[in-house]
């Protein structure tokens, strides 16, 4: 592979093998620069009485789209360690341009110089190599030969480009400088890595492979009680599918909090066309909030096999029957402390919702700052809020709880608050 000299290493290249096609000609001395054409007119003072030139100029770097995906992904999951080491694969486009004062004069230097890419659609390792060896000594020139343009694994081809009138004159208009007659083409493929270790795994010594008959486990969805969402703490959830039979543990992985809570299905077992469950009581280790559920199998050879739903399951929070929820006035405004179950964790979003019962009032307001893992909630409404009956909702991460009633009374007794 070449290294980050390598675009200069290929424009260097092509510059020389132009230069030799051009002093070969009938047409003299020839210059031939590789700046932009904006600084071919300044520098070389392009006008009615300036000598024949030629100039290359590398306008566009683009990714390769042969090479790009060609290889595995370049780091592990932790972002840091180096499983291979891809390289970047880039196609170079280019811009030959003839500048001459006499009649037909450019259209000469420009016919020479495509017949000399026509001519020569692949770069020869060894025409590179023997170009850059004449580059006379200097620490740039030093780190162009080293570059590895002659080693990579695929060698530079060079083919015309197709560039209509708008995308020419677009073009020239960038550069700021005077229209030339001027010929597209791409070098491709050049091939840039770094010296990179990389991690290699350890052979594979032998193969257990077991295959077993049978119909591979199926999850159809969830089905939460009263066909509900969210489910609450205690809640019965059953899991609907095929080839159930033989799970012997459920996951619920909660992708906010990075934690995975796994537990037996206790409540009647597993059955062949469900699982039923009930949400554990766990408050300190089962957060609330939108969850991902996998049944894990386990056959009689020990192979364990996870099955993933395509149906979150939302565990709702809920205000906790004990101690009853407070209500203080709070610097003009209403301080309300409840307590949750389960326990909410830093980074995860709460929110009560107090909807009045005699006007139909609806106010949100955001848990107030909390850094550990708490199950004791503040939150602070302003103005303050006035006297009278309201039903209170907990949100969790966009999950939303049912409403916080107590269905031994008529009407239904829920949250009262105290100005």
């Known amino acids: 592979m070449s290294s980050a000299l390598a675009l200069s290493a290929v424009t260097s290249v092509l510059q020389t093998s132009l230069g030799l096609v051009y002093n070969s000609s009938a047409l003299g001395t020839i210059t031939v620069s590789a700046i932009a054409p904006d600084l071919v007119e ?19 770097v683009t990714p390769n789209a042969a090479w790009r995906n060609i290889d595995f992904p370049s ?26 004062s006499d009649d037909t004069e450019a259209e000469a230097l420009l016919g020479y110089g495509i017949l000399m890419l026509h001519e020569n659609p692949i770069l020869p390792r060894a025409l590179i190599t023997s170009i850059l060896g004449t580059l006379s000594s200097s620490t740039y020139n030093d780190a162009l030969k080293a570059a590895g343009l002659d080693a990579q694994i695929e060698m530079i081809k060079l083919s015309p480009a197709t560039l209509g009138r ?20 791409q070098a491709s493929v050049v091939l840039m890595r770094n010296d990179n270790p990389a991690v290699f795994s350890l052979p594979v010594l032998t193969r257990n492979i077991v295959v077993q008959p049978g119909v591979s ?9 009263n066909d509900q969402s969210p489910t609450l703490v205690g809640d019965t959830v059953q899991v609907n599918g095929s080839a159930l039979s033989t799970a012997s543990q459920i996951s619920i992985a909660n992708p906010t909090t990075h934690v995975t809570y796994a537990f037996a299905p206790a409540l009647g077992g597993a059955h062949d066309t469900s699982v039923s469950f009930q949400v554990p009581e766990d408050p300190a280790n089962l957060p609330s909030g939108v969850c991902q559920l996998s049944l894990i199998f386990k056959n009689a050879s020990g192979i364990v096999t996870q099955h993933t ?25 209403t301080l309300i402390s409840l307590t949750c179950d389960p326990q909410v964790r830093p980074g995860q979003n709460v929110y009560l919702i107090l909807s009045s019962q005699t006007n139909s009032n609806m106010q949100v307001v955001a848990a107030q700052p909390f850094t550990t893992q708490t ?7 302003t103005p303050a809020l006035t006297a009278d009956t309201y039903a209170a909702r907990l949100q969790v ?23």
């Open 75 to 100: 780091l592990a999951a932790d972002g840091s360690t180096r499983l291979k080491n891809p390289p970047l694969a880039l196609d170079l486009h280019y811009l030959l341009t003839a500048y001459a």
């Open 42 to 60: 300044s520098k070389y003072g392009i006008g009615p009485d300036s000598g024949p030139l030629v100039n290359l100029f590398l306008h566009q």
């Open 397 to 419: 991460d966009g999950v939303l709880a049912p409403v916080a009633s107590n269905w031994k009374f008529t009407p239904p007794a829920t949250l009262a608050v105290l100005p």
């Open 217 to 225: 486990a199926q999850l159809f969805g969830l089905q939460p009680p």
């Open 166 to 185: 708008e995308e020419m004159a677009w073009l020239w208009t960038a550069l700021k400088a005077d229209y030339r007659p001027t010929f597209p083409f």
């Open 375 to 381: 199950a004791s909630l503040s939150f602070q409404f």
């Open 309 to 333: 739903s395509n149906v979150v399951l939302g565990i709702g929070l809920k205000v906790a029957a004990t101690p009853v929820p407070s209500a203080a006035a709070s610097g003009g405004g």
